[in-house]
């Protein structure tokens, strides 16, 4: 082959790969979600009142939000099972309504965060519901939240996510219209389908050992959802992936490649 037609076929090979990769590109509308609302502001928290804020003002699609119900049935945010040395599942709510976070604020009740989110129609609230002790407090949490986020009317304005497949089951009985989107990982797009999920909602890690998986989900009208993905490269590959939700700790970070 000529040095001429080498090159012309080089160039046709770099034009198709830089047009297919731009076409896969401007397919995707992924939508930001803040994880733990938009906290990486000053003055701001994890799970607090100001993250839920920020993320709105930002109009992120979602502001996630962990969430446990106390031992007298209040629906609080923290990531982990304790706070400052106070397990919140075993606690009642006023022994905790006298902790800080970081920022100040007090610890919020879901019921707060709604009252927020019900001052606006952009921003949905993506509520995480974590495991509980057994089953049947698992149950207990499921309904309790369910029961406060329709009392509030903001059922539209909510998705639901857990690491616990007993919670998300209750939540698909309760409603099968409910948004629920699994975490843990272990399930594949075909078994979600089959238990009336909405979507998967997995780790950059487990997307990345399953590289199958976010097509497959398409295919089945599952939406998809990446966690929790903060670096430039990770952001740029799962947007090529097409993933419909990459939840993110920087999300003015990830705005700057959608623009
Ligand atoms: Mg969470």
């Not at 989110?117 to 939240?145: C, F, G």
């Amino acid at each position: 082959m000529s040095t001429k037609k080498v090159f012309l076929s080089t160039l046709l090979l770099t034009a198709c790969a830089i047009s297919s990769c731009v076409c896969r590109n401007d397919s995707v509308n992924t939508q930001i979600i803040a994880h733990r609302g938009f906290w990486d502001k000053l003055g701001s928290a994890q799970n607090s009142i100001s993250s839920l804020h920020n993320a709105i003002d930002f109009g992120a699609y979602g502001s996630e939000l962990d969430v446990h119900l106390t031992q007298d049935g209040y629906v609080v945010l923290n990531h982990d099972d304790d706070y400052q040395g106070v397990n919140i599942q075993g606690a009642a709510y006023a022994d905790l309504s006298a902790l800080r976070l970081a920022n100040g604020e007090p610890l919020p009740t879901l019921q707060q965060c709604i009252e927020v989110a019900k001052t606006q129609n952009t921003t949905k609230l993506i509520v995480e519901i974590k495991p509980h002790h057994s089953l049947e407090a698992d149950v207990r949490a499921a309904n309790v939240v369910v029961k406060v986020i329709n009392e509030s009317g903001i059922a539209d304005l909510t998705d639901y996510i857990s690491f616990s497949a007993d919670i998300c089951k209750e939540l698909i009985k309760l409603n099968p219209q409910h948004r629920v989107a699994y975490l843990n990982g272990d399930k594949s797009p075909q078994e979600l389908k089959a238990e009336g999920y909405w979507g998967l909602d997995y780790s950059e890690g487990t997307l990345h050992d399953h590289p199958t998986w976010i097509n497959e989900a398409k295919e089945l009208g599952l939406t998809t959802n990446v966690w929790t993905v903060n670096s430039l490269d990770e952001m740029q590959y799962f947007l090529q992936q097409g993933v419909d939700y990459i939840t993110t700790n920087h999300p003015e970070l990830l705005k700057g490649l959608l623009n």
